[in-house]
């Protein structure tokens, strides 16, 4: 059985100047999540800087993020890699509280379909945690067919798949297709709403950090049919959310979210925060939007 519906966020890791992790702000972006009307939290997914994360620091960051949620909202901790066996011994060490499972489809080392397939199946027989698969070819390097991915949906744990390929005609198909209790999650802030239409069950978002009002109620109107107030709000959101991704994730974000007094723009190297311009651009068109 699927749970994960509608407006997922994919939370950010704020950091302190000295990039230390800053848990005051991930409280209070927690907080702003459950207020503001998502309906499941992503701990450590790409937008969450996880590459730059020791395994205690994520541990930390996911123990503060249940405490501050306490059982509201459903939470989905990223765990991908492209160490089949590492990250099955990872999967199996989640602690309770953790409601599902987001794993990235492995990356580099370009497996072949069946590869992709096998790998999944070791991850899936490692837990009894509902997985989520995560399909986004610009960073693997690798692209999960609908083929493999309609195989996948065929394993009993493997509940959904996050599409961020951006090649509608393939997510599509797995909509056509899948199994009637598989689910299909945008990865792409932008095509939520036409996804939605054409069949998608939600979103794990990068905006929905920074306006989790206006982006869950879009998406919600989106799952109820009601198309017209669905697309005020998409287009409403479409030229920040093309802002946020403009230099690269999540440095867009982390600007509208400092304006909105959560956290500070750092990150950890390699990745930079956005340049003084586009910083600008965002801070307006967030306030904007905040009005």
Known sequence: ??????????????????????????????????????????????????????????KQ????VLEVNNGKLPIVFGAGGNDTVKVADTIRQIPAGVDGILS???????PTQEGIYQHYKELAESTD????????????GSNVSAETTL???????????????????????????????????????????????????????VVANAFPEKFSAMVGASLRGDLAFARELHYDLLPITRMLFEEGNPGGVKVALEVRKVMSQVMRKPLIPVSTGLAKRISEETMRLLK
């Open 1 to 58: 059985m699927n749970i994960f519906k509608g407006s997922g966020v994919a939370l950010v890791t704020p950091f302190n100047a000295d990039f230390s992790i800053d848990f005051e702000g991930l409280k209070k972006l927690v907080r702003l999540q459950i207020e503001g009307g998502n309906d499941f939290l992503v701990v450590q997914g790409t937008t969450g800087e996880s590459p730059t994360l020791s395994a205690d620091e994520k």
């Open 61 to 64: 960051i996911l123990d503060t």
């Open 104 to 110: 990235v489809s492995p990356y580099y080392n370009k």
């Open 129 to 140: 945690l509902p997985i989520i698969l995560y399909n986004v070819p610009g960073r693997t």
């Open 151 to 205: 195989r996948l949906a065929e394993i009993p744990n493997i509940v959904a798949m996050k599409e961020a390929s951006g090649n509608l005609d393939q997510i599509m198909e797995i909509i056509r297709c899948r199994p009637a209790d598989f689910g299909v999650l945008s990865g792409d802030d932008a095509i939520t709403m036409p996804l939605i239409a054409a069949g998608a069950d939600g979103v794990i978002s």
